[in-house]
């Protein structure tokens, strides 16, 4: 079975995790999410074509602040911790995903609304950092799972190659 240190220097050794490759992977992140929050508007009766512009900068925003915060903590929080893959590893993530999530969420919120691409209502700020973080945590929950079983995947291939 893998180690958690060995899958780590997969992840941050993988071709996906330079800038360039990552950039790109947000982009598109970022885009499914702004379809997610636009199908969200449209079946709640909230939906205006001129609002899709903002909700990309939502998204785009809330892919690239999650990526921060996963950076963030494997520089910080993982050396400290045996296998950054475990339990309760993951549980020391929860708290960088919803700060990014609401960061992200409000100053994009807040940015396209000074842009005139979003109207909404900025004075419950702290509304708006719950509803950011939740959703980032929504969106790391599923990423993070599909991440470990790729790099577990990944893993074997290498060390099947090796031997």
């Known amino acids: 079975m893998a180690k958690g240190c060995e899958l780590e220097i997969l992840l941050l050794q ?11 992977r947000n982009f598109l992140m970022g885009s ?6 636009s199908c ?6 909230d939906f205006q074509l001129i609002n899709v512009a903002g909700y990309l900068l939502v998204g785009n925003a809330l892919s690239f602040f999650g990526w921060g915060a996963e950076r963030l903590w494997y520089s910080t929080i993982s050396p400290m911790l045996g296998n950054p893959f475990s339990w309760y590893a993951y549980l020391t993530r929860i708290p960088f995903w ?9 100053v994009s919120m ?30 790391q929950v599923p990423l993070q799972i599909f991440l470990y079983q790729s790099l577990l995947k990944r893993y074997r291939e290498v060390a099947t190659n090796a031997s």
């Open 32 to 37: 499914g999410v702004t379809v997610l929050i």
């Open 98 to 106: 919803y700060f990014a999530g609401g960061t992200g969420y409000v």
């Open 14 to 24: 993988s071709p996906g995790e330079r800038p360039l490759r990552g950039t790109v």
């Open 110 to 139: 807040l940015l396209a609304k000074k842009l005139g691409l979003l109207m909404l209502n900025d004075i419950p700020v702290k509304q708006l950092f719950d509803t950011g973080g939740l959703i980032e945590c929504g969106i």
């Open 40 to 45: 969200w508007n449209f079946l709640w009766g």
